[in-house]
């Protein structure tokens, strides 16, 4: 099947591809599988209890990239999706997931997706996502993303989560659980605009001895978007846990900070960052000094900021 | 080229209003004229004022025969005036080729954005990619923050403490940093210093103390008798008052 100039640009825009890949690739389209291409290390396969698809990494794969984009253009849409991915034991690999809702219409398009990662020894994984809205139409664009990653021994996962534009209400979960020497890095960007709201959660579990968790929020809250964030770190063996929560506000928007540590072990060592302030005024001027206009300035601030 | 004219800055304080810069006046020519005084004299918001960041209370500002005194920053910074900050700013993730690029106003490649790393004793290779931000020392910002104004190349250019912070090998760098920028410009450049290396290369000093001038004139006229007493003595005179009064 052909996609149409309209799919080929969400495409482009969460997943930066100009043309179907070569690699391993599953497109799901308006709640259906649309296209799919597996590899001699990489099997994706149909879940038969539930919508969704299980992703196989065999033990040792090395520089193989697996993109699994979802495009909702249909108004009225919900969709639901569950993907477990299954990366062998010191595989090293990129997925790049990523969810464009197109919506010209009135009813409210909506996609859930569930994603768990389940990495084996010394597997190391990392993790592109973006999400992205638009559409002429009054109906609501909704994203739920859950991100649920289990990492066992020495493995590691970084996480790039980026909701970029045009998500009216998003709720996103992330849960993790780390074994011995495991390490997750998370950096997240959102930006809300006109009447959005977007809630971030994320809750880690470190429970393996010397195993190591750094996340990182970045977000611009715009006009009348409310966002609320919440992160909870358990400290449940020694261990470096930290987050930090970084929102630039503007206009009449809202944006609450929640984070929680919790220690239950002496060798846990956990810290949290938190800082909510409007842009600061220095900035823009030096930025005008250079000649830009104030709208100008912002943007720059903001651009570099979520960069 | 630059004029103040009956230029003040009052600020509200917790007994009353307070002068900062006081009924200035002020015209400069020259191509290289340095502007010095002791700590808290009035310089850096002389320098505020001249960029459009402040805005007088009383006063005029002429530049190339233009009142600018109700022009924005980005106004003034258009027409050809550059302001290199004592305390430069830094940014999250707005990187120092960024930086440089927005300064020069047009696109440029990362040749010649290393090329002006370069001019300021920079390692290009290092710093292109590097955010502007909390990791940069001091120093690194102070040079990153010249680069800037070498690559705006405007017509007046108001350097504010440009060697605070800065090693003592970059000095004669620096120097030829001031030798470049006007042979390109065609214009002047106002060094706000206390170092006696860097006034004595100035066409004209400026001694600012108390928001007023207080000297003026050719840098050997001027020069010995800032030697011999000025900002030494000012603070010293404070402290001992407060001594004798305890
Ligand atoms: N916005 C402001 N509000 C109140 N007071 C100010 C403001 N800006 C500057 N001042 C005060 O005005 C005086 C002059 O400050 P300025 O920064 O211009 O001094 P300076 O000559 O540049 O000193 P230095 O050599 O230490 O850089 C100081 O006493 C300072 O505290
Ligand atoms: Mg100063």
């Given amino acids: 099947m052909a996609l149409d100039k309209m799919q080929m640009n969400l495409l482009k825009t969460i997943a930066d591809l100009e043309k179907v890949p070569d690699g391993a690739f599953n497109l799901r389209l308006d709640g259906g599988l649309a296209m799919r291409n597996n590899t001699e290390n990489i099997t994706i396969e149909t879940k038969q209890d539930k919508p969704g698809i299980d992703i196989y990494i065999k033990a040792g794969t090395k520089n193989e990239r697996v993109d699994i984009p979802v495009i909702v253009s249909k108004t009225g849409l919900k969709d639901l999706v569950y993907n477990d991915f299954y990366i062998g034991e010191g595989a090293d690999v990129l997925i790049v997931a990523g969810c464009g809702i197109h919506n010209d219409g009135s009813e409210k398009s909506e996609h859930d997706g569930i994603h768990a990662f389940h990495l084996a020894k010394n597997a190391r994984v990392k993790y592109v996502e973006k999400h992205y809205g638009e559409g002429e139409g009054t109906g609501e664009r909704i994203l739920n993303p859950t991100t649920e990653v289990d990492i066992a021994e020495g493995g590691y996962l970084e996480m790039e989560t980026a909701q970029i534009k045009g998500v009216d209400s998003t709720k996103r979960v992330t849960r993790a659980v780390l074994g011995d020497k495991a390490t997750l890095i998370i950096h997240e960007k959102i930006m809300t605009h006109g009447k959005q709201s977007a809630e971030t959660d994320f809750a880690v579990d470190m429970n393996g001895f010397d195993c190591g968790a750094h996340v990182v929020s970045r977000s611009v809250a715009k006009d009348n978007s409310h966002q609320h964030f919440t992160s909870l770190i358990n400290g449940n063996n020694q261990c470096n846990g930290h987050t930090e929560c970084d929102a630039i506000i503007m206009d009449n928007a809202g944006v609450t900070a929640d984070p929680k540590l919790t220690a239950n072990h002496v060798d846990a060592s956990l810290i949290h960052e938190a800082a909510i302030g409007k842009i600061a005024g220095e900035q823009l001027i030096k930025l005008m000094s250079l000649g830009l206009s104030e709208k100008e300035a912002e943007e720059q601030i903001i651009n570099g900021f979520l960069k | ?246």
């Fill in chain 2, 1 to 246: 080229m630059l004029e103040l004219q009956n230029v003040s800055f009052q600020v509200d304080s917790e007994n009353g209003q307070k002068e900062i810069i006081d009924s200035v006046n002020l015209r400069i020519d020259e191509r290289f004229v340095a502007i010095t005084g002791p700590n808290g004299g009035g310089k850096s918001t002389l320098a505020k004022l001249i960029m459009g960041i402040y805005k007088p209370t009383a006063g005029k500002i002429i530049f190339n025969g233009v009142d600018i005194t109700d022009k924005s920053i980005t106004e003034r910074a258009q027409m050809g005036i550059t302001f290199a900050f004592q305390q430069p700013v830094r940014f999250k993730g707005i990187t120092v080729s960024d930086l440089i690029t927005l300064a020069s106003a047009k696109e440029l490649n990362t040749s010649q954005v290393c090329n002006y790393l370069s001019e300021v004793g920079l390692c290009a290779r290092d710093y292109v990619d590097r955010e502007v931000n909390e990791s940069l020392s001091g120093g690194e910002l102070k040079r990153i923050e010249i680069a800037m104004a070498m690559a705006r190349g405007t017509e007046l250019t108001v350097f504010d403490e440009p060697e605070a912070g800065i090693d003592l090998w970059s000095f004669k760098n620096l120097i030829s940093v001031f030798r470049k920028m006007y042979d390109k410009t065609n214009g002047s450049i106002i060094i706000i210093s206390h170092q006696e290396r860097i006034l004595n290369i100035a066409d004209r000093i400026i001694v600012i103390a108390d928001g007023k001038i207080t000297n003026d004139g050719k840098g050997e006229a001027v020069l010995p008798e800032l030697l011999g007493t000025q900002s030494a003595t000012d603070a010293c005179t404070v402290l001992k008052n407060k001594v004798d009064m305890e």
